[in-house]
């Protein structure tokens, strides 16, 4: 509610100077560019609300017994579910599923550390990378996972950076079966040294502006 109300009153400036705004006082809880366009549609409409309507969806009461049993056995039978199918399966909203996951003791697995580190973790929301046992060792870990557009390869480190220098290295070798390669490549990655992936970061970072500051709208030639 408090990021709305700042749209509300920064509505007369471009989205992304919003969003700079934003980021200045609320730092990594700001939310995103795509939010801060949605809002100042709904401002200049004549919308003047900053609290969520009231929404249809059962209320937390759906998690009972019979949906802690239906939960666990979803978990036991396929630990790579994801939350989203979790929600499907069970058609209970957020509140609920958390609250079962609580009652089931899945709590310390899906909690965040108190110890942060500095990791920060980078994927898409590919299936593997959204599963419950994936989310659930981020999370144990205190790792920060930082969304990743689906479709952009320029915004990726092991694309834009890693893999082609890694088949430079490795062309012209034959391999005979999958361990040599696994060992020829890990090989190649102890190799490159501490430069070589942080100057991925970095760019990294870079690329990241110049998506920011173009408000989405954004392609690395």
Known sequence: MKHRCVIEFLTAEQIVPIHRHL?????DNTVDVS?????VVRFNSGESEVHDKP????PCSAA????EQRLDQLIHTDQRITTRELHAWLNIGCNALETTFGKLDYRKVCSRPEKQTTFRLQHDNARPHTSLATTAHIARFGWTVLQHPPYSPGLAPSDFHLLGPMKDGLRGQHFPENDAVTAAVRKWLASSGADFYGRSIQALVNRWQKCITNGDDYVEK
């Open 35 to 39: 939010t801060v366009r949605r809002w």
């Open 55 to 58: 929404r249809p969806g059962r």
């Open 64 to 67: 009972t017994p019979h949906n």
């Open 23 to 27: 980021l200045k006082v609320y730092g």
